[in-house]
């Protein structure tokens, strides 16, 4: 079934017949990207989400960072980072921090997973098209790269004053954060939907 695709830049409107199994289409007046696929399977999409899920967890469970200071360590999760914002005083930073690191990373990766193990097993979860376009608009939000630099600069210059201790979760959530880019890189939206009409395998 052939669909109309505009281009985002130019407004000029393309009809596309197929998507193709790999490739980056552009619009032939602007030369801006109107879609890609790439030749991923559904089995790695899968095995990424587990593993970002799995690094997900850990990153919670274990200690962020421990700080030394004339024989006292203190250490912290990622939650209790946010809560220690929200006692003192930060509560719209606590919420952004806590959106931006956990739930949204939550939320993406338990929505790929619920979309794409029944895609695997050749069926279609319950309200995966919608479940897929949330997935997209929330997608810009996962700032895991940008939580893992600032926790870096942070760390770097609280090292003049303590001795810091970097926990299991800051080497977790890091790797987290190439799961997740590399999760949504092979799950653009056409490859998406090439996986529900049965391209995928």
Known sequence: MSSLIVCHACDLVHRRDVVLAKARVRCVRCRAELYRTNSASLDTAVALGVSAAVLLLLSNFYPLVALQLNGTVRATTLVGAAIGLYNQGY???AALVLLTTLLVPLFQISGLLYVLVPLRANRRAPG?????????????????EVFV????????????????????????????????SALTSITPTEQFWRWVDGGGR
Do not use: H
């Open 91 to 93: 509560a719209p930073v």
């Open 128 to 144: 995966q098209n919608e479940v897929f376009r949330a997935l997209s608009y929330l997608r810009p939000w996962a700032m895991s």
């Open 149 to 180: 630099l600032g926790a870096l600069v942070a760390l770097v210059k609280l090292a003049a004053l303590a001795e810091v201790i970097p926990g299991v979760s800051l080497y977790s959530y890091g790797a987290l954060m190439f799961a997740l």
